[in-house]
């Protein structure tokens, strides 16, 4: 449940993360994804699984689409629309797929099983793919994913626990967005 999803956003951009991604597994996410993107947020749609859920957050104002593996009728549906999907992906044959389907960028997840040396490991056959950290990321280990190779991190419910978002609590969500950003120096 997300009382205020512009002031999510906001609380996490004062904190220093400028772009937030709402899942699909958030009940009325286009609805929250809507109200973000006519606020002037930075906000994308993730967990997009069908052709469908695309269409529906290009539709509420989505900027980007993030997907948990390859899904093939998203990334049609993105290319169409020219918005930039992340695809999910965990093995090197995984990773080609995400590229040859038009991937901005590709999800390694769940990231914290493999661990940061799997960024490098990627690297040899992948050099310069962008790559994003995924799962189980949290401000002990951020720096490490990208120190070997991640392009970015995700933020998860180290900086945005439920209960926090639900009780509206901005204030801890900007201090726990500062103490992640200031992990990765």
Known sequence: MIPDPVALC?????????????????????RHVAAAAKAGCRIGVGTVLTA??????????????????????????????????????????EVAEALDLGAAAVKIFPAKTYGPGYFKDLHG?????????????????????LDHGALAV?????????????????????RRAKAFIASLG
């Open 10 to 30: 906001e609380a996490l951009a004062e904190g220093g993360i400028a772009w937030t991604e709402l899942t699909f597994t958030t009940p009325d996410v286009a």
């Open 52 to 93: 469908e859920q695309a269409r529906e957050g290009i539709a509420a104002g989505a900027r980007f689409l993030v997907t948990p593996g390859l899904r093939p009728a998203v990334a049609a549906v993105a290319r169409d629309a020219e918005i930039p999907v992340v695809m999910g992906a965990l093995t090197p044959t």
């Open 125 to 145: 056959p992948y050099p310069g793919i962008p790559l994003v950290a995924s799962g189980g990321v949290n401000a002990g280990n951020a720096k490490a994913f």
């Open 154 to 174: 995700c933020a998860g419910t180290d900086v945005v626990p439920p209960q926090t978002v639900a009780a509206g609590d901005w204030p801890e969500i900007t």
